[in-house]
């Protein structure tokens, strides 16, 4: 990783499609393991994560990720999604984050020397320029290796540097145990079922792969 010690740093996850590329990948997110890689290469500032939540249930599945990282080093960025009926009469729900890691990007600019974004959608080339213009250096972290690609080519061009997410498996991934036991301890929260539960009662206006991350909400990865 192209990283010197003396950096500051700052991570914002785009946590639906963070979640989308280690799934097309065949692992889940140890976020524990995550900060601690990242703090080894400089000086990590702060931690971002975005994701929409569904408030209308009486028990939202990607609650206790939320707890868990709240309490544990990041910085939870999160607002209620929004439902609507399109023009076939379906139901759907839209919880778009990018205005929000936008802003925050833009406000944390002064207080860093690097971003690294997590994420493939090619809305926020523009976000990365002007960043850029500011003095930053911008490392993307997403996937050329699933099919299709989950990040946008115009994205992975504007960025001074790409970061595979394959390659970073081994440092920052586990095995999803597929339950939704209850934690021990300060354990993360191991909820894959759950999230998956949320992921089909969620979607959007449309479903165009790593361009439109949001089509996923998939804002909840499985912790143990």
Request: proline share 4%; glycine share 6%; no cysteine.
């Given at each position: ?9 700052g991570l914002?996850?785009d946590g ?7 799934r ?5 997110i140890d976020?524990k393991k995550l900060?601690?890689v990242?703090?080894?290469?400089g000086?990590l500032?702060r931690s971002f994560y975005y994701?929409?939540?569904?408030e209308?249930?009486?028990?939202s599945p ?23 009926t399109?023009?076939a009469g ?9 205005i929000e ?6 406000e ?16 926020f ?5 002007s ?5 930053l ?13 989950m ?13 595979e997410?394959e390659?970073?498996a081994s440092?920052i991934?586990r095995?999803?145990?597929?339950g939704g036991?209850k934690p021990?301890?300060n ?5 894959g079922?759950s999230f998956?539960?949320q ?6 206006e449309?479903?165009t ?5 949001e ?10």
């Open positions: 990783m192209m990283f010197y010690t003396q950096e500051r740093i914002f996850i639906s499609n963070l979640y989308a590329a280690a097309a990948l065949g692992f889940d976020y900060l601690e990242f703090s080894e290469h000086h500032i994701t929409a939540l569904i209308d249930q009486e028990y990607i609650r206790p990720l939320v707890d868990w990282l709240d309490y544990n080093g990041y910085t939870m960025v999160t607002k209620p999604t929004k439902e609507f399109d023009a379906r139901r759907k729900i839209k919880g778009n984050m990018d890691l936008a802003i925050d990007a833009m944390m600019a002064p207080h860093l020397d690097h971003m690294v974004l997590f994420s493939g959608d090619g809305d080339r523009r976000l990365v320029e960043v850029q213009r500011k003095g250096k911008v490392t993307v972290v997403s996937t050329v290796k699933s099919s299709p690609p990040i946008a080519d115009e994205l992975r061009r504007q960025a001074d540097y790409f970061l997410l390659d970073l440092e991934g095995k999803s145990s597929g036991g021990h301890g354990a993360q929260p191991d909820h079922e998956e539960r992921e089909k009662d969620t979607q959007e449309d479903n792969g790593a361009d439109d991350p089509a996923y909400l998939q804002t909840t990865h499985n912790q143990s």
